[in-house]
């Protein structure tokens, strides 16, 4: 995002046209992508997915999706779906499993949209331990399967509204992060916590490219309450199976109502702090960039446009540009704990 100037941003992330044009590619092209053949020609079912659709009728294509290792089946046998309302629902239309699946943004694989999957092929996701450190009562290195053991599965419709003017409407499975924070006992100290996504140079090219501008590893933190509110979610699956690796197998963030850049990405560090960690972006060029990055159409960025956002996907016949709102519209759930706060200088 950050060293690109306007006059660098690739027509494919500007116009319908090339975004149209990519999806064609692939889809012609799907045996680059790891997916398989079987994922590719159930695709369009999937993308007739309504929001409305049961768990099951959204997921044919995905589920094809063979478990990272045997106990992840049991996991996803039981799914909470999602309810009828929001903020757990939105009645607006989903981005397709092709979409949501090809254009993303996951640096340790590359820059452009369609790295993260053309790229991710040899990413390995089991074994897979997170750490837990600093202000909690029980710290120490755990399982993900531990981890999960605890936590019921739902499913949560929620928009992605990324600070590069795109969103998409995307149906996780996941668990509440507060559900994962309680297992260890943050102390009274435990102000913010701090989360790391995995460096695996051998699996990750972006990671070894000269040219990344990030240095690794991805950082991102949140507020304690922040961490703690009902609709911050941690994703291990999308479209009702598992998560692909472009997206953040084989466990991720998920905060709704701020720029998709502070859902960090397949975790393996989680720290519990008493002062603000840094994080990537920020780092990188904190005027373009907030600590919070709450979706805010009144606040200006130098390079994208905040106030409208392009919905995913985009065809050369609709290109549905939509008005971006305050807090991506989870305001209600959410606004109460910035009251005191200038939402201009803490962006
Ligand atoms: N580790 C890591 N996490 C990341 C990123 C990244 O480059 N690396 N990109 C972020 C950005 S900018 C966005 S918009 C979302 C995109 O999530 P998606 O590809 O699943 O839609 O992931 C976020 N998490
Ligand atoms: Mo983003």
Not at 226 to 238: C, D, I, W
Request: hydrophobic share 35%; charged share 25%.
């Amino acid at each position: 995002m950050l060293i690109k100037k306007p006059s660098d941003i690739k027509p494919s992330e500007i116009t319908p046209e090339s975004v149209y044009k990519n999806r064609r590619e692939f889809m012609l092209d799907g045996s680059k992508l790891l997916l398989g053949a079987a994922a590719t020609s159930a695709l369009p079912s999937v993308a007739n997915a309504q929001n409305g659709d049961s768990l099951k009728a959204r997921a044919p294509a995905a589920m094809r999706r063979s478990p990272p290792a045997a106990w992840w089946a049991n996991k996803f046998q039981d799914i909470k779906p999602a309810p009828d309302s929001e903020p757990f629902f939105t009645g607006e239309s989903l981005t397709p499993y092709e979409d949501v699946t090809i254009y993303n943004n996951f640096y340790e694989f590359g820059m452009d949209k369609s790295d993260p999957a053309t790229r991710s092929g040899e990413f390995k996701t089991d074994p897979w331990s997170v750490e837990i450190t600093g202000e909690v009562s029980k710290p120490g290195t755990y399982h993900l399967e531990d981890i999960l053991k605890p936590v019921d599965l739902e499913e949560r419709i929620y928009r992605l509204r990324c600070v590069e003017a795109w969103s998409m409407v995307i149906p996780w499975i996941g668990f509440p992060l507060a559900d994962l924070i309680r297992q260890f006992e943050p102390t009274s100290k435990a102000k913010f916590v701090e989360f790391e996504t995995i460096i695996d140079a051998d699996t990750m090219p972006g990671i070894r490219s000269r040219t990344a501008i990030v240095s690794w590893p991805y950082r991102e933190g949140l507020r304690m309450d922040e961490a703690m509110n009902p609709l911050t979610f941690m994703a291990v699956g999308l479209y009702g199976s598992y998560l692909p690796s472009q997206n953040g197998a084989p466990m991720r963030l998920v905060v709704p109502w701020k720029y998709g850049f502070k859902s960090i990405k397949s975790i393996v560090k989680i720290n519990f702090r008493e002062t603000q960690p840094n994080t990537t972006w920020n780092d990188l060029q904190a005027n373009e960039y907030g600590f919070y990055a709450n979706v805010n159409p009144a606040v200006h960025h130098p390079r994208w446009r905040q106030d409208m956002e392009r919905r995913l996907p985009q065809t050369l016949f609709s290109r549905r540009v939509i008005e971006t709102r305050l807090f991506n519209g989870y305001g209600e759930h959410v606004a109460h704990m910035y009251d005191d706060m200038d939402l201009a200088q803490y962006y």
